[in-house]
């Protein structure tokens, strides 16, 4: 038995009973649990994390998105954040280094779904994309809600993977992926030089050429600065070698690691990999680790479960 | 919903059928996930490694201890390994970090239930203990079945926590505690110098004024020498520091550390405490690790479906 998880973006974050209720639709299936959510108001938008066997997933995803579908209009929405959907991005999220073809096969599963039984358009990013140009969200995405209205039915290259060629007049479109669970990870500096940060940002990010499966940002903090990351695919890039490539630049210039912090959630895979890394711990394996020995088994017993 | 280990250990070694029954009167119980077991002739003896909810996991060790008194008979028992019981000791061990009074709940209501309903005498040792003298498992075991049948009802000293002042008559004693999680934990070192990887072990190890909770001890392997740990509070010393504390040894006799490695399982929270350590990340909490979250639900679904 494998636990996916997923992770869809929804255009509400200041309708608490919206949010409520999307959230109900997803945590209905049986098998699925929710694990966070988190509203932002400025942006006006929602990020649900839930897991689950891989099918159950997909259909929680599908109670979510039609949820959304129902309750949000996007023609009267106002946010900071980019958007073209009510549910805007769903993508599916391998725990174990393995499960990505899983993901991608949920992924494609649900989009054809979502097309034909809610009329949606649906474009495939990341790892689920059927066009090379389609991995990059921003690409997919470009325009937004009122820019996409107008190029999807006239631009062959803006046509739909899924669904009909042109914008649901309420609920838009909707990005369904794959991709590596991303670790959000910042490393404070012992400075309040924000040039060095940003400098070093600069320097450690994959646009740049630097580390790959690395964005990075400079930012100011209370007490200092900080290099700010996303690491989008930690069995490249770990948290152990993007640590070290800020601390030894920062020591470059003289100044010390404050301290690094983890935003949100991380998969375990990521620190059995810092393990490996700053132990010489090469053989360290996952299935060593006593939590997710027992997940395995829990969750099979929960299917012979609910199988009888 | 929170798991915790149990690592009962049964004295029988040599017949198979017999640990199978045990191991069967564990897993009997809901909730209750049987994880590892391994029986060694030599030592006739056999180890079973389960876990599950607290008050699953005591029942679970309350129908092995049932099942151990009444399938052994320690009169006719042989074997290499101190013993004291049919089932010898029973520790249930914290995997998070909060855990341990729980652990300490658990361990006694398991020896009240097991004096009133079994009629044997019960040793709380470890955390569990109730005097200090009865921390360290040796002193409570001392003379084994043979020893503490004539002590027991005759030195104050020697009278048990709970039950009667005799030992029953084929079952002996248990021993009920509570332990941290052990952490088997080896560092090879690039050198064949046998002598320097016991002067290392001698200097890191609690005995000798090294380093709190830690065992070590000096090997050669086929391709080297190692320094090998038995790490018995990982919260007070860390593989990351025990790793440090060696490879600064060695490093000052000119040799590297050639890898690491973790024998066997080890718990997630080792693994948070390594990231904290090496990447300076002390906010890190074991609640941002997915795997763990998603099992704290899965088990509370568990309870929830076993109540109903």
């Known amino acids: 038995m494998t636990v996916v998880e997923c992770v869809p973006n929804f255009s509400e974050g200041r309708r608490p009973e919206v949010v409520d209720e999307i959230v109900a639709a997803i945590a209905a299936v049986p098998g699925v649990h929710v694990l966070d959510r988190q509203s932002d108001a400025a942006h006006n938008r929602s990020v649900v994390t839930f897991a689950g066997p891989a099918e159950a997933a997909a259909e929680a995803a599908f109670g979510g998105v039609a949820a959304a579908a129902r309750l949000i209009d996007l023609n009267v929405h106002e946010g900071a954040h980019p958007r073209f959907g009510a549910a805007d991005v769903v993508p599916f999220v391998p725990l174990e280094d393995d499960d990505m073809a899983m993901c991608v096969a949920a992924a494609h599963e649900l989009g054809a779904r979502i097309a034909a039984e809610l009329r949606i358009p649906v474009y495939f990013y990341e790892a689920a994309a059927r066009r090379e140009a389609r991995r990059g969200l921003a690409v997919v995405r470009e325009g937004g809600f009122e820019g996409l209205r107008e190029a999807i039915g006239r631009e062959p290259g803006r046509a739909p993977d899924e669904g009909p060629p042109r914008l649901h007049p309420t609920a838009g479109a909707v990005a369904v992926g794959a991709r590596a669970p991303l670790v959000a990870y910042n490393v404070d500096l012992e400075s309040d030089d924000l040039a060095l940060a940003r400098t070093i940002a600069t320097a450690v990010r994959e646009r740049d050429g630097g580390l790959p499966c690395v964005k990075a940002i400079g930012l ?89």
Do not use: F, K
């Open 220 to 308: 100011a903090l209370d007490d200092g600065v900080q290099v700010s990351m996303n690491l989008t695919d930690h069995r490249v890039t770990s948290m152990a070698a993007a640590y070290a490539a800020v601390a030894e630049r920062a020591a470059a210039a003289g100044v010390l690691v404050r301290r690094s912090e983890v935003v949100g959630l991380l998969p375990e895979a990521a620190l059995v990999g810092v393990a490996r890394e700053t132990l010489r711990a090469s053989g360290l394996t996952q299935a060593q680790v006593l939590e997710s020995r027992i997940l395995d088994l829990v969750l099979a017993g929960e299917g012979e479960g609910g199988a009888s």
